[in-house]
């Protein structure tokens, strides 16, 4: 591993400086992600500023409803929070699907937004990656494409993203809350992750030196009728082929409200608001959970070994809003 200065910060304004001063800085939280990437060559910080003793770790609720979750909260205190646990369940379960029990009690909230991909080709430099090297190439195009992106990806990348948190996220309209050194903002989550278009390289639009320091779950109350739905290769230690967040407002046997998001087929958790669309003022039936899976994926492109993720993803969007939606009363 290339060498490194570290340092651990006591304030948010002190992580802030060190790291915007320094172009090749990066912030360490759990480390979960960020090591692994540093022992294979993938990520070459000159400095690591270890933000894990920030007070940033609290779960508070807000007063309009809503829930902040401090970026240093571990994905398994946060998973298992009362206020989580009654107002977003889709977000415990999301939190609970993700790794394993020890890695969950590593990593921070703010960590799992930031995670890299797992494209195979991303994670070994001997091949020609985009994400890596800007204007090397894309190996996942032409290669073992089988965990790639189905929706909205580019010739530049087709790396998908592997969060699980994220997409209950996605679903659930956090905003994001970070501190650089110009002040504080707020960024939407549909805007703080990216697609790859030409520039792959960019995961996110959070500038160098900038903190996350909460995600803010706004209130919703029928999110207590959620559910998400994982579909991988074996059940626990495995990133998502594809998963969904479903939320669904019921009454009456309609869909008052609907909220969907997907994992594993695209560069950023998906939102697919054409699958609300559908679903807002529908019966709450499984015809319309399949028409909306229809919409959700009408504007998918597989590569030649992930063409099933297609018709998987369909059938997981079924089944989530089946589950969501329980009976339909
Ligand atoms: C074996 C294994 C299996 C896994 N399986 C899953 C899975 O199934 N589902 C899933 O969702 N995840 C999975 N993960 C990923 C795991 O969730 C992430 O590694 C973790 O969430 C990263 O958090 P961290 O605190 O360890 O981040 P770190 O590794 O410390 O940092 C990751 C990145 O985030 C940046 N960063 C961290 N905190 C902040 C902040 N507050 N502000 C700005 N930048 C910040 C760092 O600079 C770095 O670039 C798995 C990981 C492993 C190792």
Redesign the pocket.
């Known amino acids: 591993m290339k060498p490194f200065v570290y340092s651990r910060a006591t304030e948010a304004a002190a992580a802030v400086r060190q790291v915007s001063n320094e172009r090749s800085a990066?912030?360490?939280?759990?480390?979960?992600?960020?090591?692994?990437l540093m022992k294979s060559g993938v990520?070459l910080p000159d400095r690591l500023v270890d933000?894990a003793r920030l007070p940033?770790a609290e779960i508070t609720a807000l007063p309009q409803g809503g829930v902040r979750i401090g970026?240093?909260a571990r994905?398994s205190t946060a998973a298992n929070h009362p206020l989580v646990r009654e107002r977003y369940p889709v977000l415990t379960q999301a939190f609970l699907?993700?790794?394993?029990g020890q890695?969950?009690n590593?990593?921070?909230v703010?960590?799992?937004?930031?995670?890299?991909t797992r494209c195979p080709y991303f994670y070994d430099p001997a091949m020609r990656c985009n994400k890596r090297e800007p204007g090397s190439g894309c190996s996942a195009v032409e290669g073992f494409n089988r965990i790639h992106a189905v929706l909205g990806a580019s010739e530049q990348c087709i790396a998908v993203h592997?969060?699980?948190?994220?997409v209950a996220l996605a679903a659930l309209d956090a905003v994001v809350r970070?501190q650089g050194p110009e002040g504080e903002r707020e960024i939407p989550f549909d805007d703080f992750h990216r697609l790859p278009g030409d520039t792959p390289q960019q995961d996110t639009n959070?500038r160098h030196g900038?903190?996350?320091?909460a995600v803010d779950l706004p209130a919703l109350p029928f999110a207590k009728r959620s559910h998400y739905l994982k579909v991988r290769d074996r059940a626990s230690?495995?990133?998502?082929l594809v998963s969904v967040a479903a939320v669904l407002d019921v009454s009456g046997g309609r869909v008052r409200d609907a909220r969907v998001a997907l994992g594993g087929v695209a560069h950023k958790p998906w939102r697919a608001r054409e699958a609300e669309k559908i679903l807002t003022g529908a019966r709450a039936n499984e015809e319309t959970y399949r028409k909306a899976a229809e919409a959700a994926l009408s504007g998918a492109r597989a590569y030649k070994h992930n063409t099933f993720k297609i018709e998987l993803a369909k059938r997981a969007i079924v089944r989530a809003l089946s589950t969501a939606g329980g009976s339909g009363a």
Do not use: H, W
């Open positions: 990066k912030f360490i939280a759990g480390g979960t992600n960020l090591l692994d990520e933000i940033l970026a240093m994905n699907a993700g790794a394993t890695i969950r590593m990593a921070s703010g960590g799992n937004l930031m995670q890299r592997p969060s699980d948190m994220c970070v959070l900038e903190l996350i320091t230690y495995e990133f998502a």
